[in-house]
Every structure is written in structure tokens, then in C-alpha cells.
């Protein structure tokens, strides 16, 4: 079976395509033949030594696939071969087939195809994490999203507006706005050519009640100071590579909050809280409730590709590597 494989962290380019024995399930375990890998921001990251984690290499990048149930290992119930199912694979999921413990299996909800299955969880279970647990959007409430056309964007618009939030999109290109726009965002701003503090006061009639941060650099203080009174400002990436720094004084003002998100680092710790948390994402799911976008599809080998092109801010929407 086929994979892409990360020899040494540094560049995208050195990512190979490898032929490696097909698995066999241990106790506990699941093969899954892939049909989609999801692949996101962190992932490029990740290969290039640039994420807090930093896997002892060989490794295969991927942390999250959908695909179909191939050999079940000893011990494991609930799941036949052929389940349409995703699971968080950590790493490995760029490859023909992943192998996982069966606990870590979802059944795929009938209405998703297997690429916006695969390119669900991790930004989705983001998104419900960031405006359910972390802080709480009530109906009617300003949502003021930036980098609103990435991953992490459109699931946070799609999350904000199933919660009854009303959602102000920012991004840098009109075909990002337009599938924000598309998402459910009620209004927009390019935010590199606008002045982002007035253009949201003005849209919100006074101010946002949420900012949702994951791409830092400049935009992230004139995103705090839309905030209105009580105003939560949600730090989730810095996709722009770079980490603002803001006057403490515009925290203090108006009482507002500054609220960290780390998914990640939370569903290492909270791991009945985290099963709830997307047992609950794949009812809104599978009501009808969120609409995860329908990803673009690109072969397998064209990891390196789309990890540069999402690292590069070259890309917008969801990235899912079809082996
Ligand atoms: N805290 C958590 O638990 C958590 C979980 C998942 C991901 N994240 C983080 O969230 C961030 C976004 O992830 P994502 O999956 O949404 O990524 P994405 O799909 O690539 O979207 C990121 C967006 O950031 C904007 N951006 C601005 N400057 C950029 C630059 N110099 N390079 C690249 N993008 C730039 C782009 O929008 P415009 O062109 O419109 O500006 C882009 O669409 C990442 O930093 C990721 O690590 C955090």
C-alpha cells in the first residue's frame, strides 16, 4: 500500500511516496481503507518542524480520514467490514490504508460523502469546542470571524449560525468571502483593504460580542478593539505566522475576555468530555444542522502540494487526498 512518508522534518519537498507492507490488525484494531484523508494547516506544520509536536521521523503525516472498514483485530465489536467510518488517526493518514483502535471510530453520518467526512472532525470539533465550551454564542450574538474562508472559518461560521449567532466574515480575497458568504456569514470584509475595528462596529451596530482569532499577525487587534462591552476574543492559530501583541488596556476596557482554545491539547485530557463534545457535532450533523463543505479532491501524491498551498495562503476551503 502506498504512503506518503516525512523522512526528516524542514521541507514539504522532501516528502516521498512509499510502498509499505499492508496492515494487520492487532488486538483492538480497525484497517481502514482510506477513500479520503483530511489534510489541514497543522499537518504542513508538522512536516515542517514548526508545530509544538514534533514526531520522531519516518513518520506518515494525516490526522484524520474516512474510508471503509477493511480487517477488524481481535476483541473488536460494533463495526463490520465495509462500515463507512472516520477516525482520528493522529498520524498515518495520508496512505491507502490506516489502521486505529476501534474505540477511536465514528460511523459516518448517511447524508456525508466520504470527503467531507474525512475533513470534518478536527475543525468542526473546533469550532463546537470553541462556542460551546469555551465560550458561549447566544442567539442573536455578533460573530466576528477572521481567515473566515479557511478550515477553520467556515466551520466556525457553520457552528456560530446553527447556535442562532450572526456571523460578519473577514478574509482577503472575494472568492474566500463568497464561500463564507455561501457558509452563512451575514455580511463581509476584506479585511486588507478595510478598516476591520469600524467596518465590524458599523455592521454590528456597536460592536462584536465574539471574535474568532486563528490568524494573528495584524488584524488581531483591531478584531479586539470591535469588540463591544463583555466582548470574548477567542485565540485559536496564527495562520499569518505571526503572534500579535495587543495593549492589555483594550482587555481591561469594555470588560472584555481573552479566551485560549487548544482543542488538541484538551482531548488528550477530557476524553469523556471529548467523546460527548463529538457525539454532539455528528447529531448537528446528521440533523441537518451543520453543513460541512464538500471538499476539493487531490490525488494522494499531491501531499507536499496542498500542505505548501494551504501554508502559503494560496488555498481556501477544505483539502481532502484521495488515494
Ligand atoms: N486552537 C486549536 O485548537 C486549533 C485547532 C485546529 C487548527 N488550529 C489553527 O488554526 C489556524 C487555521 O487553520 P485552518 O485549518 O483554518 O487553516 P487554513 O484553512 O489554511 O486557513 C487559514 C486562513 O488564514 C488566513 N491567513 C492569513 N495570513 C496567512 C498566511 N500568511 N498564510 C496562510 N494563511 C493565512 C487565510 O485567510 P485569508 O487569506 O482570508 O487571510 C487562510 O484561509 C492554524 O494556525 C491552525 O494551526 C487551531
Known amino acids: 500500500m502506498r504512503a506518503i512518508v516525512c523522512s526528516e522534518l524542514g521541507s514539504l519537498d522532501a516528502l516521498r511516496v512509499e510502498d509499505r507492507d499492508p496492515f494487520v ?7 481502514i481503507d ?3 484523508a483530511g489534510v489541514n494547516y497543522v499537518d504542513g ?5 514548526r508545530y509544538q509536536i514534533k514526531p520522531p521521523t519516518p513518520f506518515v503525516p494525516g490526522g484524520e480520514v474516512a474510508g471503509q472498514v477493511a480487517a477488524l483485530g481481535e476483541g473488536v465489536s460494533g463495526f463490520d467490514v465495509g462500515d463507512r467510518v472516520i477516525a482520528m488517526t493522529g498520524l498515518g493518514g ?3 490504508q490506516a489502521v486505529v483502535s476501534a474505540l477511536s471510530l465514528l460511523p459516518i453520518p448517511e447524508r456525508l460523502g466520504f470527503g467531507q467526512a474525512a475533513a470534518l472532525i478536527q475543525s468542526y470539533s473546533t469550532a463546537l469546542f470553541t462556542l460551546t465550551r469555551r465560550t458561549h454564542v447566544a442567539p442573536g450574538e455578533w460573530v466576528l ?3 473566515a474562508g479557511g478550515g477553520i472559518g467556515l466551520a466556525m461560521i457553520d457552528v456560530a449560525v446553527a447556535l442562532g449567532g450572526r456571523v460578519i466574515a473577514a478574509a482577503s480575497t472575494a472568492e474566500k468571502l463568497a464561500a463564507a458568504s455561501a457558509m452563512g456569514a451575514v455580511a463581509t470584509i476584506a479585511y486588507e483593504d478595510a478598516d476591520l475595528k469600524t467596518r465590524a462596529r458599523e455592521l454590528s451596530g456597536g460592536g462584536v460580542d465574539v471574535v474568532i482569532d486563528a490568524v494573528g499577525g495584524p488584524h488581531s487587534e483591531p478584531a479586539l478593539r470591535a469588540t463591544r462591552a463583555s466582548g470574548r ?4 492559530g496564527f495562520a499569518s505566522g505571526s503572534i500579535a501583541s495587543v495593549p492589555l488596556n483594550q482587555v481591561l476596557l469594555n470588560n472584555r475576555t481573552v479566551v485560549g482554545v487548544d482543542w488538541g491539547a484538551w482531548t488528550s485530557r477530557a476524553g469523556d468530555e471529548n467523546r460527548a463534545l463529538v457525539d454532539e457535532l455528528m447529531r448537528m450533523v446528521a440533523d441537518g444542522r451543520l453543513h460541512p463543505p464538500v471538499p476539493s479532491e487531490r490525488p494522494l501524491a499531491d501531499a507536499a ?3 505548501a498551498e494551504l501554508i502559503d495562503r494560496r488555498a481556501g476551503g477544505k483539502f481532502v487526498l484521495v488515494p
Open 45 to 49: 506544520l508538522l512536516c515542517q518542524g
Open 145 to 147: 470571524v477572521l481567515g
Open 25 to 31: 490488525p492487532g488486538p483492538g484494531q480497525v484497517v
Open 94 to 96: 495520508f496512505a491507502e
Open 305 to 307: 502540494q496542498v500542505m
Open 233 to 236: 476574543f477567542c485565540v485559536i
Open 34 to 36: 482510506v477513500r479520503a
